[in-house]
C-alpha cells in the first residue's frame, strides 16, 4: 500500500489525482498509511486534494478527519498550503482550509510574507474578510520589503482589499506605516494614476492617514505630487487638508514648487487656501520664468509686486528695480500694470549696507531714462508715474534722458503735460541747459517747442543759456539758439539776442561776447540783431568792453558795424580811455586809425587819454604814447586834468622816464604845477636823476609855465617874475639870478635860468 511510483507518488496520491474514491476511502481504512507523505514536488496528499479543479470537498474533509496535516509547509520556500492556494487563485479551497490551520495560520514563507500579504497581492476580497475574521493583523511586514498588506493592496489599487483592511480592528496601526523604500500606503496611492488610485487616497485619508508626512528627502505628499507636476493630485491633497506651508530641504514652500513646475492650477488652488505669497517671491519666479498668467494669479490673489529684497551691494530693491536693472522690459511693465510702487527709490540694506545705487534716490522712471527702457517709460507715464521726481543730483528723469540721449524717451516725457522744464539739477541745469550741455540739440529743439521761452531761463548768476554759451565760446550751442535750419533756411528762434545778465552789471550778450575774443560770433550776434550800442549797468558799450579785453578784431568789427566810437561810460571814459589804461597797443592804433574816435575827450576827472597812459604805469606806455603823437602830431600834451596834473606830472610821479622823455620831446611843459603845488621840481622821489636828464635833454626851450606866482618861492607878480629860459618856469628875480648861455639852444648870451637848469647846464645830468 505504501509503495512509491516513480514521482515518489503513493496509491493514495494517485487516487485522489485519479478522483477514485471507493479506492480512497479503502487506503484510509489502513492502519500503517501516511497522510502527510510528500512528493519530490513536496506535496502531500491534503495538497493534491486542495489543488483539484473544481475544488472537490470530499477527499479533503475525510483526509483532514483521519487526521492529515491542515497547512502543511513547503520546506523548500517555507510556503504553507494556504499560500500556494492562494498564489494559484483557488479561493474556494482557500477559504475552506482557513478553518481547519488555526495553528499556522499566520505562518510566513522565507520571503516574511503571510497569506495576508499573499492574498493582497490576488486581490480576493473574500479571502481578505475571511483571514481578518480570524483576527489576522494588519500590521504585519515582510522583512525583505517591509511592506505591510496593505502596501500591497495599494500597489496593485485593489480598493476593495484595501477597505477591507481598513475595516478590520486596529487598521490604523498600518496606516502610517513606512516599507523598506519609506513608502506609507498613502504614498504610494499618491504615485498611481491619479483617477484610478484618487478613491484609495481618499479612503486613506479619511481613514486618518498622516497626509502630510515626509519621505527620506523631507517632500511630502504635495511637494511629491507637485514635482511630478501631477496638478490633479497637488489639487486633491489640497482639498484633503495637505499642509501648504510646509518647506522642502531647501525650504521652497509647495507654492514656489508650483511656479517652478508651472503648474498654473495648483498655485490658484494655494493662493485660494491662503498660501504665503512672500516667501521666496513666488512672483519673480514666475515672470522670470515666462508665465504671465500665473503671475498673474499670485497678483489677484494679493502677491506684493514690490517684494523689498536684496539688490546690489545688499541694498534694497524692489521687483521694478530688479526688472529695470536687468532690462526685461515685458517684467517691468507687468509689474506697473499691477500696481506696484512707480515712484520709489533703492534703499540702503540692513546696517546701512549698499553701494552708491542705495543713495542715488532714482526711480524707476530715472533708472530707464538711464538704460533706454522706451516702453517701460510709456507703461510707467501711463500709470502716473512722477515725471518730476529729482534723484540725489537734483535731476528729473528728462535730465538724465537727455544726458543719455535717448531720443524717444525724451519725446514721451516732453508730451507729458505735468512736467516742469523749469527744475534744475544742483548744478542749477534746467533740462534745456542739460541738452546744450551734452550737446543734444534734437533735444534743445524740442524742448523749446513745448516751452518757447526755455532759452531764457536764468542760472543763480543771472546768466540765460546764451550768456553761458558766450563764456564758454561754445559756438555749436550759441548758433542753435540764434538759429535753427529747416529745409535749409535759418529760422531765428525766440531767443533774445539783446538779454542781460540778471545782476548788477546788466551785461548784454554782445558785451560778453567782445570780451570772449570770437570774431565770428560777435557779427553772428549782431548779425541776429544784437543792438552794437547797448550799454550795461556802467554805461559800457561793446567797444568799451573790447577795448578794455584787449581784441582789436573785434574793436574794428565793431566799428565796421557803426557802433558809436565817442560814447562814454558813467566815468565819462571812452573806448581809448579804457584801452589806454589796459595798455593794449593794438586796440588804441585800431581807434586811431580806423574811427574819427575824439581822442582829446575827458571824462568826469577831466582827464584824457594820455593822462590816463600815464595813471596805468604799464610797460608799453612810451609806445602807445608815440603811437598818439604819431597819429596826432598836435596832440595837446599840456592839458591838465581836474587836479591840475599834466601827463608829464603824472607820469614824473610814476617814475615812468621812458613816457617822460617822449612828451618832453614832443613839447611838454616841465614847470606845470597841479592844485597841490606838485611840480616834478620838488616833488619828492628818491633821487633826482629823472629830473636832471630830463632837463639835459631838453634840445630847445620849453614852453613856459602858465602860473602867476613864483613856482619856487610862490611870490606874486608884484615882484618881477621871469622864466627860466631853459626849463620855462615862472620865477622871481631872487630864483632864477643865474646867468648862463645856453649853448645847446644856440643862445652864445647868458641868459636867465634856474638854480636846478644852472647845475645840469654846468655840470651836466649826472
Not at 501648504?244 to 531647501?250: G, H, L, P, Q, S
Not at 510702487?341 to 542715488?360: F, Q, T
Not at 580811455?577 to 575827458?602: F, I, K, P
Not at 646867468?739 to 643862445?747: A, S
Request: proline letters at 4%; a negative charge; glycine letters at 6%.
Amino acid at each position: 500500500m505504501l509503495e512509491v511510483e516513480s514521482a515518489q507518488r503513493t496509491a493514495l496520491h494517485s487516487c485522489i489525482q485519479d478522483r477514485n474514491e471507493p479506492l480512497f476511502d479503502i487506503l484510509l481504512k489502513c492502519q500503517d498509511i501516511d497522510l502527510n507523505k510528500v512528493t519530490n514536488n513536496n506535496d502531500t496528499p491534503l495538497c493534491i486534494a486542495m489543488k483539484t479543479n473544481p475544488f472537490n470537498e470530499f477527499f479533503a474533509k475525510k483526509l483532514l478527519a483521519k487526521g492529515a496535516i491542515a497547512n502543511p509547509v513547503h520546506k523548500n520556500t517555507g510556503d504553507t498550503l494556504l499560500h500556494i492556494l492562494i498564489r494559484e487563485y483557488k479561493e474556494e479551497a482557500a477559504l475552506f482550509l482557513i478553518d481547519y490551520c488555526k495553528d499556522n495560520l499566520m505562518q510566513k514563507n522565507n520571503e516574511e510574507y503571510s497569506v495576508l500579504h499573499e492574498v493582497c497581492k490576488v486581490g480576493s476580497k473574500n479571502l481578505t474578510r475571511a483571514l481578518l475574521k480570524t483576527g489576522f493583523p494588519v500590521d504585519e511586514v515582510a522583512l525583505s520589503t517591509g511592506d505591510a498588506p496593505i502596501h500591497i493592496a495599494v500597489s496593485n489599487l485593489y480598493f476593495d482589499i484595501v477597505m477591507e483592511l481598513l475595516d478590520a480592528p486596529n487598521s490604523n496601526t498600518q496606516l502610517n506605516l513606512k516599507n523598506n523604500a519609506n513608502e506609507t500606503p498613502l504614498s504610494l496611492a499618491i504615485k498611481a494614476p491619479f483617477k484610478k488610485g484618487k478613491d484609495i487616497v481618499l479612503a486613506l485619508i479619511k481613514a486618518g492617514a498622516n497626509i502630510n508626512q515626509c519621505n527620506n528627502e523631507g517632500l511630502t505628499l504635495l511637494h511629491q505630487a507637485i514635482l511630478k507636476e501631477d496638478s490633479a493630485t497637488a489639487i486633491f491633497l489640497l482639498e484633503n487638508g495637505a499642509d501648504m506651508n510646509t518647506r522642502t530641504a531647501n525650504g521652497e514652500t509647495p507654492l514656489q514648487l508650483s511656479v517652478h513646475c508651472r503648474l498654473g492650477e495648483v498655485v490658484e488652488a494655494l493662493c485660494k487656501r491662503g498660501a504665503d505669497t512672500s516667501v521666496g517671491c513666488p512672483l519673480w519666479d514666475a515672470l522670470d520664468s515666462d508665465q504671465e498668467d500665473v503671475a498673474s494669479i499670485l497678483v489677484k490673489y494679493g502677491a506684493d509686486t514690490d517684494c523689498w529684497g536684496l539688490g546690489p551691494d545688499d541694498c534694497q530693491q524692489t521687483l521694478l528695480h530688479r526688472a529695470i536693472d536687468h532690462n526685461k522690459e515685458d517684467i517691468a511693465q507687468f509689474l506697473i500694470r499691477s500696481g506696484c510702487d512707480l515712484n520709489a527709490p533703492r534703499k540702503p540694506g540692513p546696517d546701512g549696507a549698499g553701494g552708491d545705487e542705495s543713495r542715488d534716490e532714482c526711480t524707476p522712471l530715472h533708472l530707464c531714462c538711464q538704460w533706454g527702457l522706451e516702453q517701460v517709460v510709456q507703461t510707467l507715464i501711463e500709470h502716473g508715474a512722477d515725471v518730476n521726481a529729482r534723484d540725489v543730483e537734483g535731476k528729473t528723469p528728462v535730465h538724465v534722458a537727455i544726458q543719455n540721449q535717448h531720443s524717444q524717451i525724451i519725446s514721451l516725457l516732453l508730451c507729458h503735460p505735468s512736467i516742469d522744464l523749469n527744475k534744475r539739477d544742483k548744478k542749477g541745469l534746467t533740462p534745456f541747459a542739460t541738452a546744450l550741455t551734452f550737446r543734444n540739440n534734437k533735444a534743445a529743439q524740442a524742448i523749446l517747442e513745448r516751452l518757447p521761452k526755455a532759452a531764457e531761463q536764468y542760472d543763480n548768476k543771472g546768466r540765460n543759456f546764451l550768456h553761458t554759451a558766450i563764456q564758454k565760446n561754445d559756438m555749436e550751442n550759441i548758433l542753435f539758439l540764434l538759429s535753427i535750419q529747416v529745409n535749409n533756411v535759418f529760422i531765428v528762434l525766440n531767443v533774445d539776442v539783446n538779454s542781460r545778465v540778471h545782476d548788477v552789471t546788466q551785461t548784454p550778450p554782445l558785451h560778453l561776447a567782445a570780451i570772449s575774443g570770437n570774431e565770428m560770433l560777435v557779427r553772428s550776434l549782431i548779425l541776429a540783431g544784437a543792438r552794437v550800442n547797448d550799454t550795461d549797468a556802467n554805461r559800457n558799450t561793446a567797444l568799451h568792453a573790447a577795448a578794455k579785453a584787449g581784441h582789436a578784431a573785434i574793436v574794428s568789427a565793431l566799428l565796421q558795424n557803426n557802433i558809436n566810437f565817442d560814447a562814454v561810460n558813467a566815468d565819462g571814459d571812452n573806448a581809448l580811455h579804457v584801452a589806454v589804461r589796459e595798455g593794449h597797443v593794438s586796440v588804441v592804433r585800431t581807434l586811431l586809425t580806423e574811427c574819427t574816435l575824439d581822442a582829446e575827450a575827458v571824462n568826469l576827472k577831466g582827464r584824457n587819454p594820455l593822462h590816463e597812459l600815464a595813471r596805468c604805469g604799464k610797460d608799453n606806455a612810451a609806445n602807445i604814447c608815440e603811437l598818439f603823437l604819431e597819429c596826432m602830431s598836435q596832440y595837446p600834451v599840456n592839458n591838465a586834468d581836474l587836479d591840475g596834473n599834466t601827463p608829464l606830472l603824472i607820469a614824473y610821479m610814476k617814475g615812468n622816464g621812458q613816457l617822460c622823455r617822449i612828451l618832453v620831446k614832443a613839447g611838454a611843459c616841465l614847470g606845470s604845477m597841479n592844485k597841490e603845488g606838485i611840480t616834478i621840481f620838488n616833488y619828492q622821489v628818491a633821487t633826482k636823476q629823472l629830473l636832471y636828464r630830463l632837463l639835459d635833454s631838453l634840445t630847445q626851450e620849453a614852453p613856459w609855465a602858465d602860473k602867476d606866482l613864483c613856482l619856487e618861492c610862490d611870490l606874486s607878480k608884484t615882484i618881477f617874475i621871469v622864466s627860466s629860459r631853459h626849463c620855462g618856469r615862472i620865477l622871481c628875480n631872487k630864483c632864477s639870478d643865474q646867468d648862463v648861455p645856453i649853448v645847446k639852444f644856440g643862445q652864445n648870451k647868458p641868459v636867465r635860468v634856474c638854480a636846478v637848469c644852472f647845475d645840469v647846464l654846468q655840470l651836466g645830468a649826472e
